[in-house]
């Protein structure tokens, strides 16, 4: 695949760690059936630049380079209160000396403080122009736009990015992704026998079943939903995938058993806390000092530990967990983090 014909902004310098966790894998496996469990690695996205990076990183690369080349001088885009998807996309607009404009979604009703800490907190700190909150469930796309006439109005130029950046040139992030994996995996002589990642908007799950299949590579990637149900989040991710197969020019097309999702881990609702994230969270921490957000990576985390402890993932099996950012978030559930608030 042919990634290099797509304007792209270098926000990382090289490629993200790879790293062996034996603490938590011992840990997980005193925990599983026979006291045996997977060897768990982990890709170290939370590394991405625009300090601290997470998965949006990759993508904005391709976003903002199309943007620019557009003539762009303002970013406009949409996610929840605390969403590090806005926070990433305007610490790129700064970077390249462009505006940025939120339409914030309050997915949880009342969840929006226009005093928050953690990523509302930088949305500040990193001088946001503009955010307009709406209701739960409005058409952010028809809400963006009507930012982006304003912009307009006032002679200047909007550049739209949809929530999560997962369109197809946002899921180029991830192919790039696959590809360096790839590289990684060739020059330590490694093997994966399952990846697991946090599936949300889609761009990332979608964007490495895209570079996994145009690689060639058969290692299964397993999404687990942080919002949604597998019947609901498959197709949104085997569009995603096919979407930046197309835009590749990959004449493939993505088996719809290519993608798979696990349900049951994001409940009660998006962003809201729950005892498995807690236990993952506390678990990575203690036994690799590894931090992981309450939103994202300590519910897909959840997922592995359970689908570990149920044995579909095998005691025989190398796992990679692509960690995809989010520790601003973790500043704003500290109570939860500790325990000190009890979830269901
Ligand atoms: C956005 C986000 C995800 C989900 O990625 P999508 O591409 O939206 O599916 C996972 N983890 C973190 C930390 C995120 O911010």
Request: glycine share 14%; proline share 6%; net charge neutral.
């Amino acid at each position: 695949m042919n990634l290099s014909r797509f304007p792209r902004r270098r926000y990382t310098e090289g490629a993200t760690p790879l790293e062996p966790l034996p603490r938590f894998s011992a840990a997980l496996a005193a925990s599983c059936p026979g006291g045996r469990g997977p060897e768990v690695w982990v890709k170290r996205d939370d590394l991405l630049g625009l300090f601290p990076g997470g998965n949006k990183t990759r993508k904005l690369e391709f976003l903002v380079a199309d943007a620019l080349a557009q003539g762009a001088d303002t970013l406009v885009t949409c996610g929840a209160p605390q969403s590090n998807h806005c926070r990433i996309t305007l610490a790129a607009a700064v970077k390249e000396g462009l505006k940025c404009r939120f339409v914030i979604e309050e997915r949880v009703p009342g969840s929006f403080d226009p005093n928050g800490g953690g990523n509302h907190f930088m949305f500040l700190l990193l001088g946001v122009e503009a955010i307009t909150v709406v209701t739960a469930g409005s058409d952010m796309a028809v809400a963006m736009r009507k930012v982006a006439d304003e912009i307009a109005a006032a002679g200047r130029k909007a550049y739209v990015i949809p929530g999560g950046g997962s369109n197809a040139l946002g899921g180029l992030g991830y192919v790039a992704c696959a590809q360096e994996l790839q590289q990684q995996c060739f020059e330590r002589g490694l093997q994966f026998d399952r990846v697991v990642v946090g599936s949300g908007s889609s761009g990332t799950h979608g964007g490495l079943v895209a570079g996994f299949i145009g690689g060639n590579v058969a290692t299964p990637i397993v999404g687990i939903g942080v919002s949604r149900d597998p019947a609901d989040q498959e197709p949104l991710v085997h569009r995603e995938a096919q979407a930046v197969l197309d835009l590749l020019g990959v004449r493939l097309t993505v088996p719809r058993e290519a993608v798979v999702t696990v349900g049951g881990y994001w409940q009660p609702k998006y962003s809201l806390p729950n005892a498995p994230m807690v236990e993952a969270v506390q678990m990575l921490a203690r036994s690799e000092g590894l931090l992981l957000d309450p939103v994202y990576t300590g519910k897909a985390m959840a997922g592995l530990i359970g689908l570990a402890r149920a044995g579909t993932l095998r005691p025989d099996e190398r796992v990679l967990f692509l960690h995809t950012g989010g520790l601003p978030s973790l500043f704003v559930y500290q109570d939860v983090a500790l325990g000190e608030t009890p979830v269901g």
